[in-house]
């Protein structure tokens, strides 16, 4: 039999039963969010027509808004965005513009209609329209880490997988509460005797499908996330289908690793169910955008930012000897060497430094052939633990966007001595401009170990697009002022 360790502990969830209404509960949140969200952007929009007093929600003389608002929460509905679960934050941007900007469209076609002014209104309407999409989207955000926070967001599911990967999903899906999957129980093959450590129980599948024992712990349960390895192995010409009886929601999930993160989609053959894998890279059209915001987003950025720039300038020079800037080749697109600009956070005779540190300190050495940095690292200055506490120090490769070697989002820039390191990924890597922020800074950074950061890189690769950037652009402020993973 699987035994057990007592690494076992309590989630939100342990007893499923007492959470019957999850689901409504969900609902009701992302509803909340929604209807705060349109309503605040009503305001707003009075407020930018500079007609502060006559934002009544339920206003007679327009009924466009009640329309604009009806409008958005069934499209939400129809798209599956209530309760949401397992969306995907970039798609979620997708969905809530699009469903948004089709109930402006309604809504400025009904204004033509029944106004001989509408121009003046058309100006309200556009502002709430923008303000709807930030604002639903922040509500949406801000709501759902309230309830992970209080426990009250995610739907109890069982993890049925391999012993190997029991520990590694029930982790992936507790760390990321956002996704709305929260392990109550896992369940793997009788066969294999190896010792499980996990932070929920674990039986074997047997007893998952005799139900007996655990049957109260499963009451509320109606979701199970199959490894869809395990399935192939376990599931060819045996009585495993009753699980189809067991539960309404059934989820088969993979890495797909082999695949090194392709875009995939699935396909309905009139009964046959296949799976498409798309090189997804970017297209002519797709470079030519991402280099327009670039453009557009490093102007913005030197203007906003160049006065703290002088400070940050005059603080280095005060601090240590040196120059005010660091310029370090690094491995652009198309295996082309390029030169970054970082605001100097190191001693000049930093190499040196690191060299004599690592000789004398072993645990150092094992971190520095884990992860390429450090979290004591000598090498840096007063000023510059603050400077990278908070990225500032990556602030000069704006000019590097606006020269066209880097891109606003993208894979980090690794060190010409790196490219060995990323291993089979490095022509996937070559194949974009690397990134003033990227999907692996928003994702653990110095948290992750450098194989991770490689497979951070690949997945946006493969499955950049527009809403993906500003996703991460977004994650990008509060992970800046959250310090999460930076030292």
């Given at each position: 039999?699987?035994?057990?360790?007592?690494?076992?502990?309590?989630?939100?969830?342990?007893?499923?039963?007492?959470?019957d209404?999850?689901?409504?509960?969900?609902?009701?949140?992302?509803?909340?969010?929604?209807?705060?969200?349109?309503?605040?952007?009503?305001?707003?929009?009075?407020?930018?027509?500079?007609?502060?007093?006559?934002?009544?929600?339920?206003?007679?003389?327009?009924?466009?808004?009640?329309?604009?608002?009806?409008?958005?929460?069934?499209?939400?509905?129809?798209?599956?965005?209530?309760?949401?679960?397992?969306?995907?934050?970039?798609?979620?941007i997708?969905?809530?513009?699009?469903?948004?900007?089709?109930?402006?469209?309604?809504?400025?076609?009904?204004?033509?209609?029944?106004?001989?002014?509408?121009?003046?209104?058309?100006?309200?309407?556009?502002?709430?329209?923008?303000?709807?999409?930030?604002?639903?989207l922040?509500?949406?955000?801000?709501?759902?880490?309230i309830?992970?926070?209080?426990?009250?967001?995610?739907?109890?599911?069982?993890?049925?997988?391999?012993?190997?990967?029991?520990?590694?999903?029930?982790?992936?899906?507790?760390?990321?509460?956002?996704?709305g999957?929260?392990?109550?129980?896992?369940?793997?093959?009788?066969?294999?005797?190896?010792?499980?450590?996990s932070?929920?129980?674990v039986?074997?599948?047997?007893?998952?499908l005799?139900?007996?024992?655990?049957?109260?712990?499963?009451?509320?349960?109606?979701?199970?996330?199959?490894?869809?390895?395990?399935?192939?192995?376990?599931?060819?010409?045996?009585?495993?289908t009753?699980?189809?009886?067991?539960?309404?929601?059934?989820?088969f999930?993979?890495?797909?690793?082999?695949?090194?993160?392709?875009?995939?989609?699935i396909?309905?053959?009139?009964?046959?169910?296949?799976?498409?894998?798309?090189?997804?890279?970017?297209?002519?059209?797709?470079?030519?955008?991402?280099?327009?915001?670039?453009?557009?987003?490093?102007l913005?950025?030197?203007?906003?930012?160049?006065?703290?720039?002088?400070?940050?300038?005059?603080?280095?020079?005060?601090?240590?000897?040196?120059?005010?800037?660091?310029?370090?080749?690094r491995?652009?697109?198309?295996?082309?060497?390029?030169?970054?600009?970082?605001f100097?956070?190191?001693?000049i005779?930093?190499?040196?430094?690191?060299?004599?540190?690592?000789?004398?300190?072993?645990?150092?050495q094992?971190?520095?052939?884990?992860?390429?940095?450090?979290?004591?690292?000598?090498?840096?200055?007063?000023?510059?633990?603050?400077?990278?506490?908070?990225?500032?120090?990556?602030?000069p490769?704006?000019?590097?966007?606006?020269?066209?070697?880097m891109?606003?989002?993208?894979?980090?820039?690794?060190?010409?001595?790196?490219?060995?390191?990323?291993?089979?990924?490095?022509?996937?890597?070559?194949?974009?401009?690397?990134?003033?922020?990227?999907?692996?800074?928003?994702?653990?950074?110095?948290h992750?170990?450098?194989?991770?950061?490689?497979?951070?890189?690949?997945?946006?690769?493969?499955?950049?697009?527009?809403?993906?950037?500003i996703?991460?652009?977004?994650?990008?402020?509060?992970?800046?002022?959250?310090?999460?993973?930076?030292?």
């Amino acid at each position: 039999m699987i035994q057990i360790r007592s690494s076992i502990v309590s989630t939100p969830y342990t007893k499923a039963s007492q959470h019957d209404w999850y689901r409504p509960r969900m609902t009701a949140l992302m509803l909340f969010a929604d209807l705060a969200g349109l309503t605040l952007a009503i305001v707003f929009g009075h407020l930018i027509a500079a007609d502060p007093f006559n934002f009544l929600f339920f206003d007679p003389n327009e009924v466009e808004h009640v329309l604009i608002l009806g409008i958005v929460v069934l499209t939400f509905i129809s798209g599956r965005m209530y309760p949401g679960t397992g969306t995907n934050p970039a798609e979620e941007i997708k969905l809530v513009t699009q469903y948004s900007s089709s109930a402006l469209i309604v809504g400025m076609m009904l204004n033509i209609v029944l106004r001989s002014a509408w121009l003046s209104a058309t100006v309200t309407l556009l502002s709430i329209s923008a303000f709807s999409i930030i604002n639903i989207l922040l509500l949406r955000w801000l709501v759902r880490i309230i309830a992970a926070q209080l426990g009250i967001w995610g739907v109890p599911v069982v993890i049925l997988a391999r012993p190997a990967q029991v520990e590694a999903l029930t982790q992936y899906f507790l760390q990321r509460r956002r996704l709305g999957f929260v392990p109550v129980l896992s369940a793997t093959d009788s066969e294999n005797r190896t010792t499980i450590a996990s932070r929920v129980p674990v039986v074997n599948l047997n007893s998952l499908l005799a139900g007996s024992s655990i049957q109260t712990r499963l009451e509320a349960v109606d979701t199970i996330l199959i490894d869809a390895s395990f399935f192939g192995q376990n599931f060819a010409d045996n009585p495993y289908t009753k699980l189809l009886d067991k539960f309404q929601h059934i989820i088969f999930i993979s890495d797909m690793g082999w695949l090194e993160g392709a875009s995939l989609a699935i396909r309905d053959f009139e009964g046959l169910i296949g799976i498409e894998a798309r090189r997804n890279m970017l297209s002519a059209l797709g470079y030519s955008i991402k280099r327009v915001m670039d453009i557009l987003g490093s102007l913005l950025g030197m203007l906003l930012f160049s006065p703290f720039l002088l400070v940050i300038a005059a603080l280095i020079k005060l601090d240590s000897a040196g120059p005010v800037f660091y310029i370090q080749p690094r491995i652009g697109m198309h295996g082309k060497r390029i030169y970054i600009y970082k605001f100097r956070t190191m001693l000049i005779n930093a190499e040196q430094a690191l060299a004599e540190y690592l000789n004398v300190n072993i645990m150092a050495q094992c971190e520095w052939e884990k992860t390429q940095k450090l979290r004591d690292d000598p090498r840096v200055t007063r000023v510059g633990k603050f400077l990278r506490r908070y990225s500032i120090d990556e602030l000069p490769q704006l000019f590097n966007v606006l020269l066209g070697n880097m891109s606003l989002v993208g894979p980090r820039p690794i060190m010409v001595n790196q490219a060995a390191l990323y291993g089979g990924g490095i022509d996937t890597y070559r194949g974009i401009r690397p990134g003033l922020t990227g999907l692996w800074q928003v994702s653990g950074r110095n948290h992750t170990t450098f194989q991770e950061r490689a497979n951070f890189d690949v997945y946006y690769v493969r499955h950049w697009s527009v809403w993906l950037d500003i996703y991460i652009l977004l994650r990008t402020v509060w992970v800046v002022l959250s310090r999460d993973g930076a030292y």
